[in-house]
């Protein structure tokens, strides 16, 4: 499971399928692959489609189904979002969670660059046996740590501050980004090193200016999905958090937006629109690198 | 990686600081670079995993340190009906979870194996729902399934016409229960979808042709070659996604909480509801430990279930 080739592109490869070979009508495939694929963009974007009209409809529409479809807005509003932006924290909230992700998606990058580069580069004994370890870890869920872990916090004095989370996260981040990182280096010819250490050049020399230059494609998926899970990450952010401010979007909209036997609809969908905005950008700057890592990380 | 020329002129002429030089020594170099990973998986991994296993034999509650009590914590669970609750709703969710995921996300990665325009784009917007934090489209999902205000109670009772009442999606067990695996589900295919759509890209086409000539038909190829092609990457994908959905805790806690009357608790929701929000750790590391026993056999049970054909038929691809 270890030898992972994760090259981008690797989603292009697709050559001729079956289907292509068929002598299908045009009928036959718009049954058998349109319409069905219709139904399914249709159904996974609907609740996305449905947060978004619901964070700008009035609220006398929101409750109001007989009057006004509920599938469109007829008087779009932008109070939802002012509520949110200036009555809330959530200014607050979304600057914590950027900092935690970035801050624990370095310290992850950084962990597991150097470690993938002794395990697949430095070949020691046992080094396949480190980077087994090292991916079994990701096989350890957050559920069975959480109640451990909140106590470590507690005794590191790390209780409610967003340190903790910086720190924490890079248990899961770390395994992902070590394996994918391994293959990344793995693609890189050996020789480029060899060459390097016959012209005497020392081994930080031929990492900082040769292997990490050729892993960066690698280094920058690594980076979107901890950037990604780190802003999805729930449960430590719940349990280790306390105070409104040092709240992560996902938690603070839970426990501080949800108030009372009426919920605001509008403005929770509004904070669930704003929360996943910053991943679906960064994600779609990077969609290529993504879907091809994302394919070539499964690939064995 | 054409790459000729090396930078490597310039360093040679430069003499290496001692620093430099005790970077060369390969055992500290080494060393070194495994540092920061290691110390940061055991300080907050492994050492709280066995210190998990230490509190689930202790009566500790938050601000008091526990002694220990043996087995007491596992034997109060035995007894205790929402233990066993939970285990049942972890398993079925699980199970059913499962089962719609691969179904539909495999059906979905078949699709889009196929050649049509847009082709990438479409695989990009697939993957949205994996990318969106949980909690933020499990709260959509809430909205969604709202007693009063539901889109499908609406489009059931005032487009179709097929129901007379609203669905109480999340207000009595069994309707709670589903509905939390249809959110699930909803959030499982694009990667299962994505994972298995780099499967079947591995899969040479000349094999469907050659079976295209022997005159099979469009299942006969889906099941004797797409299929046991795919077990190793089934088995890979099927053991993580059993792992990460029996230890689910953020859809359940942010649609029902557990709720209505404990029937959609998970494990993990309620080792939370008793470990940190009732301040039992011990207890809660307790619930938590539970866990392991049911992921080691769900492991074994999916990882050799689905790749033993692999290594049974002797076959080293790739």
């Known amino acids: 499971m270890t030898d992972v080739a994760a090259q981008p592109g690797n989603s292009n490869v697709a050559s001729a399928t079956p289907d292509t070979m068929a002598w299908d009508s045009r009928a036959r495939r718009v049954m058998m692959i349109y319409l069905p694929l219709a139904c399914f963009v249709l159904i996974l974007l609907f609740p996305f489609y449905w947060m978004a009209i619901t964070s700008f409809k009035p609220n006398a529409e929101l409750l109001n189904y007989k009057q006004h479809n509920p599938f469109w807005i007829s008087s779009p509003t932008l109070a939802h979002i002012k509520h949110l932006l200036f009555n809330t924290a959530y200014p607050t909230w979304l600057k914590t969670t950027m900092f935690v992700a970035i801050g624990s998606t370095f310290l992850s990058l950084f962990a597991s660059t150097l470690a993938a580069y002794a395990i697949e580069r430095l070949r020691f004994r046992g080094s396949p046996y480190v980077g087994l370890g090292i991916y079994l870890a990701y096989l350890v869920p957050p559920s069975i740590l959480f109640i451990p872990l909140a106590t470590v916090i507690v005794q590191f004095g790390l209780f409610d501050s967003p340190m903790a989370l910086i ?92 108030t009372g036997d009426v919920y605001q609809w509008g403005a929770l969908m509004a904070g669930s629109l704003l929360g996943s905005l910053p991943v679906a950008l960064f994600y779609s700057l990077f969609v290529d690198y993504y879907v091809s890592s994302l394919t070539g990380a499964v690939k064995e | 990686m054409s790459v000729t020329t090396l930078p490597s002129r310039g360093m040679a002429l430069r003499q290496p600081s001692w620093i430099a030089r005790l970077f060369d020594y390969k055992p500290f170099l080494i060393v070194m670079c ?49 233990w066993w609750n939970a285990v049942f709703y972890s398993v079925f969710y699980t199970g059913i979870a499962t089962i719609g995921k691969f179904a539909l996300g495999f059906w979905l990665a078949l699709l889009l194996n196929n050649h049509f325009p847009l082709k990438s784009l479409l695989r990009a917007i697939v993957l949205l729902p994996w990318i969106v934090p949980t909690v933020l489209s499990a709260l959509a999902f809430w909205w969604i399934y709202d007693p009063q205000f539901s889109i499908i109670s609406y489009l059931l009772v005032d487009v179709l016409h097929i129901r007379s009442t609203n669905i109480d999606f999340l207000g009595t067990p069994w309707p709670a229960r589903f509905s939390l695996i249809a959110a699930n589900i909803w959030r499982g295919i694009p990667f ?127």
């Open chain 1, 167 to 258: 720190l924490v996260y890079p248990t899961f981040l770390v395994p992902f980004c070590t394996w994918l990182l391994i293959g990344y280096f793995k693609s890189i010819p050996y020789e480029l090193e060899e060459c390097a250490l016959v012209d005497g050049a020392t081994r930080l020399q031929i990492l900082r200016r040769i292997t990490l230059p050729l892993a960066v494609p690698g280094l920058i998926s690594a980076g979107i999905f901890s950037f990604t899970l780190s802003w999805n990450e729930f449960i430590y952010a719940l349990a280790f958090i306390q105070s409104g401010a040092n709240k992560t979007v996902p938690v603070a909209i839970l426990t501080e937006l949800v």
């Open chain 2, 34 to 82: 495994l540092t920061p990973a290691i110390g940061l998986l055991t300080v907050f991994l492994t050492y709280p995993l066995g210190l998990g296993v230490w509190l689930a034999f202790t009566d500790t509650t938050i601000g008091q340190r526990g002694i220990f009590i043996g087995l007491e914590n596992f034997q109060y669970l035995l007894k205790d009906p929402l």
């Open chain 2, 192 to 318: 299962v979808a994505i994972s298995l759509l780099a499967g079947l890209q591995t899969i040479s086409p000349s094999l469907y042709e050659a079976a295209m000539l022997d005159g099979a038909t469009a299942w006969q190829r889906f099941r004797y070659i797409t299929l046991p092609m795919m077990m190793p990457i089934l088995a890979i994908v099927m053991t993580f996604s059993i792992i990460f959905t029996f230890t689910d805790f953020q859809l359940v806690y942010a649609i029902t909480r557990g709720g209505p009357v404990n029937s959609t608790h998970l494990l993990a929701t309620l080792a939370f509801q008793r470990g940190i929000a009732g301040g039992e750790l011990g207890e809660g590391a307790a619930i938590a430990v539970s866990m392991i026993p049911f992921l080691v056999f769900a492991t074994l049970f999916s990882y050799f279930g689905l790749a033993r054909r692999k290594w049974q038929q002797g076959e080293a691809n790739d």
